[in-house]
């Protein structure tokens, strides 16, 4: 068993798919119309043929709340593996993204947390 896609609630799928490409780097691999909403999915760059992230409309009250109250109490939604904390930390912070931990040393990991601007609280780590 593989897991072949994942979604995060977004509070705009249009803001979601900017700043997921353009600020985070990852390629759109599906856009397409599904009633007033569209099924967006991205990938790595580096493996195209791997997990898709579905940028997942929180027009649901559930997934509305549930997005809220993950945000207010500081949990990260997702989590996506980097090679290096501090140098992603860096060009993300360049291109406007605003963390809410900087990189911080955890036994054998290094993680941080940023805001993604449409609801959600994102860690990136280091192993």
Not at 14 to 42: C, H, M, N, Q
Not at 102 to 120: H, L, R, S, W
Request: proline share 5%; aromatic share 10%; with cysteine.
């Amino acid at each position: 068993m593989n897991i072949i896609v994942t979604s995060i609630f977004v509070q705009d799928q249009d803001k979601a798919l900017e700043f997921y490409s353009e600020k985070l780097g990852f390629v759109k691999k599906e856009d397409v119309p599904v009633g007033e909403f569209r099924w967006i999915t991205l990938v790595s760059p580096n493996n195209q043929d791997g997990t898709e992230l579905l940028l997942e409309p929180n027009n649901h009250p559930a997934a509305k709340e549930y997005q809220k109250k993950i945000f207010a109490e500081g949990i990260p939604a997702t989590m996506f593996g980097v090679a290096d904390v501090h140098k992603e930390y860096e060009r993300l912070v360049k291109l406007g993204v605003k963390f809410s931990t900087e990189p911080t040393e955890m036994d054998k990991i290094t993680i941080a947390v940023f805001d993604d601007t449409c609801g959600n609280h994102i860690q990136i780590i280091q192993k």
